[in-house]
Protein backbone atom coordinates (compact mmCIF):
# COMPACT_ATOMS: atom_id res chain seq x y z
CA UNK A 1 0.00 0.00 0.00
CA UNK A 2 1.40 3.41 -0.98
CA UNK A 3 2.02 5.60 1.78
CA UNK A 4 0.01 8.74 1.97
CA UNK A 5 2.81 12.07 2.19
CA UNK A 6 4.38 13.51 4.78
CA UNK A 7 3.55 16.63 5.84
CA UNK A 8 4.13 18.75 9.74
CA UNK A 9 1.91 20.89 11.52
CA UNK A 10 2.10 23.34 14.18
CA UNK A 11 0.30 25.45 17.16
CA UNK A 12 -3.39 26.32 15.38
CA UNK A 13 -2.75 24.27 12.18
CA UNK A 14 -1.95 21.23 14.20
CA UNK A 15 -4.91 21.49 15.91
CA UNK A 16 -6.89 22.21 12.89
CA UNK A 17 -5.55 18.81 11.62
CA UNK A 18 -5.79 16.72 14.01
CA UNK A 19 -9.57 17.75 14.52
CA UNK A 20 -10.24 16.54 11.31
CA UNK A 21 -8.60 13.71 11.51
CA UNK A 22 -10.21 12.44 14.17
CA UNK A 23 -13.77 13.14 12.60
CA UNK A 24 -12.64 11.32 9.59
CA UNK A 25 -11.83 8.22 12.02
CA UNK A 26 -15.00 8.50 14.24
CA UNK A 27 -17.53 8.60 11.29
CA UNK A 28 -15.79 5.67 9.61
CA UNK A 29 -16.12 3.68 12.93
CA UNK A 30 -18.26 4.57 16.01
CA UNK A 31 -15.38 3.02 18.45
CA UNK A 32 -13.05 2.31 17.12
CA UNK A 33 -9.45 4.71 18.11
CA UNK A 34 -9.03 6.42 21.06
CA UNK A 35 -9.60 10.09 20.77
CA UNK A 36 -12.26 12.25 19.87
CA UNK A 37 -11.15 16.00 18.01
CA UNK A 38 -12.36 17.33 21.43
CA UNK A 39 -9.98 15.28 23.50
CA UNK A 40 -7.03 17.40 21.65
CA UNK A 41 -9.12 20.35 21.90
CA UNK A 42 -9.52 19.96 25.79
CA UNK A 43 -5.89 19.49 25.72
CA UNK A 44 -5.25 22.53 24.17
CA UNK A 45 -6.22 24.64 27.15
CA UNK A 46 -3.00 24.87 28.45
CA UNK A 47 -0.08 25.87 27.28
CA UNK A 48 2.60 23.41 26.78
CA UNK A 49 6.52 23.05 25.38
CA UNK A 50 4.93 20.32 22.92
CA UNK A 51 2.69 23.31 21.27
CA UNK A 52 5.23 24.58 19.17
CA UNK A 53 6.96 20.88 18.25
CA UNK A 54 5.78 19.89 14.51
CA UNK A 55 3.73 17.33 14.49
CA UNK A 56 3.88 14.29 11.83
CA UNK A 57 0.81 13.77 9.98
CA UNK A 58 -0.23 11.89 6.49
CA UNK A 59 -2.50 13.43 3.65
CA UNK A 60 -3.72 11.66 0.90
CA UNK A 61 -3.92 12.93 -2.83
CA UNK A 62 -7.50 15.18 -1.78
CA UNK A 63 -5.94 16.67 1.15
CA UNK A 64 -7.32 14.80 3.50
CA UNK A 65 -5.56 13.61 6.54
CA UNK A 66 -5.32 9.95 7.04
CA UNK A 67 -2.66 9.12 9.86
CA UNK A 68 -0.96 11.18 12.15
CA UNK A 69 1.48 11.15 15.69
CA UNK A 70 0.78 13.36 18.24
CA UNK A 71 3.42 13.88 20.81
CA UNK A 72 2.31 15.97 24.37
CA UNK A 73 3.81 17.37 27.79
CA UNK A 74 1.78 16.09 30.69
CA UNK A 75 4.46 17.58 32.86
CA UNK A 76 6.00 14.18 34.24
CA UNK A 77 6.62 12.78 30.60
CA UNK A 78 5.98 12.75 27.09
CA UNK A 79 2.65 10.93 25.60
CA UNK A 80 3.21 9.98 21.65
CA UNK A 81 0.13 8.97 20.26
CA UNK A 82 -0.50 7.59 16.53
CA UNK A 83 -4.04 8.50 14.87
CA UNK A 84 -4.89 5.97 12.38
CA UNK A 85 -7.95 5.72 10.26
CA UNK A 86 -10.04 2.24 11.20
CA UNK A 87 -9.10 0.53 8.09
CA UNK A 88 -5.23 0.83 8.37
CA UNK A 89 -3.12 -1.64 7.56
CA UNK A 90 -0.06 -3.56 9.66
CA UNK A 91 1.95 -1.57 7.14
CA UNK A 92 0.62 1.62 7.84
CA UNK A 93 0.61 1.70 11.57
CA UNK A 94 4.29 0.51 11.42
CA UNK A 95 5.26 3.21 9.23
CA UNK A 96 3.16 5.89 11.32
CA UNK A 97 5.06 4.46 14.65
CA UNK A 98 8.66 4.46 13.37
CA UNK A 99 8.59 7.91 11.74
CA UNK A 100 6.49 8.99 15.15
CA UNK A 101 9.31 7.49 17.58
CA UNK A 102 12.35 8.83 14.77
CA UNK A 103 10.36 12.24 14.97
CA UNK A 104 10.59 12.24 19.07
CA UNK A 105 13.97 11.17 19.36
CA UNK A 106 15.00 13.32 17.13
CA UNK A 107 13.50 16.09 19.03
CA UNK A 108 15.21 15.25 22.59
CA UNK A 109 12.41 12.81 24.18
CA UNK A 110 14.42 9.85 24.96
CA UNK A 111 11.66 7.91 25.97
CA UNK A 112 7.79 8.09 24.99
CA UNK A 113 4.31 6.31 26.35
CA UNK A 114 1.61 5.38 24.21
CA UNK A 115 -1.84 4.49 24.91
CA UNK A 116 -3.26 1.60 23.46
CA UNK A 117 -6.17 0.05 23.63
CA UNK A 118 -5.60 -3.33 24.77
CA UNK A 119 -7.46 -5.40 21.83
CA UNK A 120 -5.90 -4.12 19.40
CA UNK A 121 -3.68 -6.70 18.04
CA UNK A 122 -2.00 -4.64 15.37
CA UNK A 123 -0.83 -1.43 17.44
CA UNK A 124 0.21 -3.87 20.30
CA UNK A 125 2.19 -6.17 18.22
CA UNK A 126 4.13 -3.06 16.89
CA UNK A 127 5.05 -1.53 19.73
CA UNK A 128 6.60 -4.66 21.53
CA UNK A 129 8.56 -5.47 18.72
CA UNK A 130 9.59 -2.68 18.80
CA UNK A 131 10.87 -3.00 22.60
CA UNK A 132 7.54 -1.12 24.42
CA UNK A 133 6.16 -2.80 27.31
CA UNK A 134 2.89 -2.20 29.10
CA UNK A 135 3.69 0.09 31.97
CA UNK A 136 -0.25 0.82 33.65
CA UNK A 137 -3.79 0.39 33.01
CA UNK A 138 -4.87 3.45 30.84
CA UNK A 139 -8.75 4.19 31.37
CA UNK A 140 -12.02 2.83 30.70
CA UNK A 141 -14.06 4.13 27.71
CA UNK A 142 -17.45 4.06 28.03
CA UNK A 143 -20.68 4.99 25.61
CA UNK A 144 -24.26 6.15 26.01
CA UNK A 145 -26.78 6.82 23.04
CA UNK A 146 -28.12 10.23 23.84
CA UNK A 147 -31.69 8.31 24.02
CA UNK A 148 -31.33 6.44 26.52
CA UNK A 149 -30.21 8.90 28.93
CA UNK A 150 -31.86 9.04 32.37
CA UNK A 151 -33.49 12.04 33.61
CA UNK A 152 -32.33 15.19 35.25
CA UNK A 153 -31.36 14.17 38.64
CA UNK A 154 -32.56 16.41 41.58
CA UNK A 155 -30.38 19.06 42.50
CA UNK A 156 -29.50 19.44 46.14
CA UNK A 157 -30.81 22.46 48.36
CA UNK A 158 -28.38 25.78 48.82
CA UNK A 159 -26.99 24.66 44.95
CA UNK A 160 -27.28 26.26 41.41
CA UNK A 161 -26.11 25.49 38.23
CA UNK A 162 -25.18 27.72 35.69
CA UNK A 163 -23.63 27.63 32.11
CA UNK A 164 -20.19 29.66 31.41
CA UNK A 165 -22.65 31.79 28.92
CA UNK A 166 -24.47 33.02 32.12
CA UNK A 167 -21.00 33.74 34.43
CA UNK A 168 -19.07 34.84 32.43
CA UNK A 169 -18.14 38.35 33.87
CA UNK A 170 -16.12 36.33 36.45
CA UNK A 171 -13.21 34.29 36.29
CA UNK A 172 -13.85 30.70 35.02
CA UNK A 173 -14.44 28.35 37.09
CA UNK A 174 -11.35 26.50 36.03
CA UNK A 175 -8.70 28.68 36.58
CA UNK A 176 -7.37 27.16 39.91
CA UNK A 177 -6.44 24.01 38.24
CA UNK A 178 -5.72 25.01 34.49
CA UNK A 179 -4.50 28.78 34.68
CA UNK A 180 -5.51 32.09 33.36
CA UNK A 181 -5.06 31.74 29.89
CA UNK A 182 -7.61 28.82 29.91
CA UNK A 183 -10.51 30.44 28.67
CA UNK A 184 -8.62 32.09 26.07
CA UNK A 185 -7.27 28.74 24.74
CA UNK A 186 -10.41 27.07 24.73
CA UNK A 187 -12.31 30.09 22.82
CA UNK A 188 -9.36 28.98 19.96
CA UNK A 189 -11.08 25.53 19.66
CA UNK A 190 -13.87 25.33 16.75
CA UNK A 191 -16.18 22.56 19.30
CA UNK A 192 -16.05 24.57 22.88
CA UNK A 193 -19.25 26.24 23.74
CA UNK A 194 -19.81 28.27 26.91
CA UNK A 195 -23.24 26.78 27.40
CA UNK A 196 -21.97 23.47 27.56
CA UNK A 197 -19.75 24.41 30.16
CA UNK A 198 -21.01 23.48 33.16
CA UNK A 199 -20.68 25.28 36.80
CA UNK A 200 -22.64 24.14 40.36
CA UNK A 201 -21.87 26.97 42.67
CA UNK A 202 -22.85 26.88 46.50
CA UNK A 203 -24.76 29.41 48.26
CA UNK A 204 -21.60 31.87 48.71
CA UNK A 205 -21.41 31.75 45.12
CA UNK A 206 -18.08 29.91 45.19
CA UNK A 207 -17.60 26.63 42.68
CA UNK A 208 -18.76 23.08 44.70
CA UNK A 209 -18.15 21.33 40.85
CA UNK A 210 -18.29 21.62 37.22
CA UNK A 211 -18.58 19.45 34.03
CA UNK A 212 -17.23 20.28 30.34
CA UNK A 213 -19.67 18.75 27.69
CA UNK A 214 -17.98 18.77 24.13
CA UNK A 215 -20.66 18.34 21.09
CA UNK A 216 -19.20 17.92 17.56
CA UNK A 217 -22.02 18.24 15.12
CA UNK A 218 -19.49 16.89 12.86
CA UNK A 219 -19.91 13.67 13.98
CA UNK A 220 -22.72 13.85 15.97
CA UNK A 221 -21.48 12.81 19.18
CA UNK A 222 -20.60 14.15 22.26
CA UNK A 223 -17.84 14.19 24.86
CA UNK A 224 -17.70 14.63 28.77
CA UNK A 225 -14.10 15.92 30.04
CA UNK A 226 -13.76 16.43 33.09
CA UNK A 227 -16.01 16.24 35.24
CA UNK A 228 -15.24 17.53 39.05
CA UNK A 229 -16.30 17.71 42.66
CA UNK A 230 -14.60 19.68 44.82
CA UNK A 231 -13.66 17.72 47.84
CA UNK A 232 -15.87 19.76 50.48
CA UNK A 233 -19.24 19.15 48.37
CA UNK A 234 -18.91 15.66 47.76
CA UNK A 235 -21.33 13.53 48.51
CA UNK A 236 -24.49 15.17 47.49
CA UNK A 237 -25.79 14.34 44.12
CA UNK A 238 -23.37 17.10 42.44
CA UNK A 239 -21.64 15.11 40.38
CA UNK A 240 -24.62 13.45 39.13
CA UNK A 241 -26.59 16.59 38.88
CA UNK A 242 -24.16 18.30 36.54
CA UNK A 243 -23.64 15.03 34.35
CA UNK A 244 -27.57 14.53 33.58
CA UNK A 245 -27.75 17.91 33.42
CA UNK A 246 -24.82 17.83 30.67
CA UNK A 247 -25.97 14.78 28.62
CA UNK A 248 -29.78 16.62 28.11
CA UNK A 249 -28.21 19.95 26.76
CA UNK A 250 -25.99 17.53 24.49
CA UNK A 251 -28.94 15.77 23.90
CA UNK A 252 -31.05 18.77 22.81
CA UNK A 253 -27.69 20.06 20.97
CA UNK A 254 -28.35 16.68 18.42
CA UNK A 255 -25.52 14.25 20.27
CA UNK A 256 -26.57 11.27 19.17
CA UNK A 257 -24.16 8.95 21.39
CA UNK A 258 -21.55 10.19 24.18
CA UNK A 259 -18.57 9.18 25.66
CA UNK A 260 -16.83 9.81 28.87
CA UNK A 261 -13.66 7.71 30.51
CA UNK A 262 -12.35 6.77 33.82
CA UNK A 263 -9.61 5.47 35.97
CA UNK A 264 -10.12 1.51 36.20
CA UNK A 265 -9.81 1.90 40.10
CA UNK A 266 -12.14 4.96 40.43
CA UNK A 267 -14.98 3.81 42.20
CA UNK A 268 -16.70 6.74 42.34
CA UNK A 269 -16.47 7.49 38.48
CA UNK A 270 -17.89 3.68 37.79
CA UNK A 271 -20.57 3.56 39.95
CA UNK A 272 -21.75 6.93 38.53
CA UNK A 273 -21.22 6.80 34.67
CA UNK A 274 -22.18 3.10 34.82
CA UNK A 275 -25.42 4.08 36.45
CA UNK A 276 -26.11 6.93 34.52
CA UNK A 277 -26.37 4.53 31.81
CA UNK A 278 -22.64 4.05 30.06
CA UNK A 279 -21.98 0.87 28.79
CA UNK A 280 -17.96 0.10 28.91
CA UNK A 281 -16.43 -0.28 25.18
CA UNK A 282 -12.73 -0.89 25.88
CA UNK A 283 -9.75 -0.48 28.34
CA UNK A 284 -6.54 0.94 27.33
CA UNK A 285 -2.96 0.47 27.96
CA UNK A 286 0.07 2.64 29.01
CA UNK A 287 3.18 1.33 27.49
CA UNK A 288 6.62 2.82 27.75
CA UNK A 289 9.67 2.82 25.44
CA UNK A 290 12.63 4.27 24.16
CA UNK A 291 12.39 6.61 21.17
CA UNK A 292 15.78 4.57 19.34
CA UNK A 293 15.73 1.11 19.42
Known amino acids: MRMPREERRVGLEYLDAVTTLCQRARIAHPTKGLFEAADFQWWWRKERPTD ?37 TEDVAARVIDRGLAHAADCGFARVEQEVDADDRVLMEVLTDRGFAVEKDGLVETWIVSGDRPKISLLADGYRLRSRAETKTGPHHMVPRSGSD ?112
Not at 269 to 290: C, D, N, R
Request: glycine residues 8%; hydrophobic residues 40%.
Open 52 to 88: NLEHLFWFDEAGRPEAAVIATDWGDGIALDPILMPDA
Open 182 to 293: EEKRLRQTSLYRPDLDLVVLDSEGATAGYGLFWFDPTTATGLVEPMRTEEDHQQRGLARHILTAGLDRLAEAGAERIKICYEPDNQAAKHLYLSTGFEPVKQTVILSGSTRS
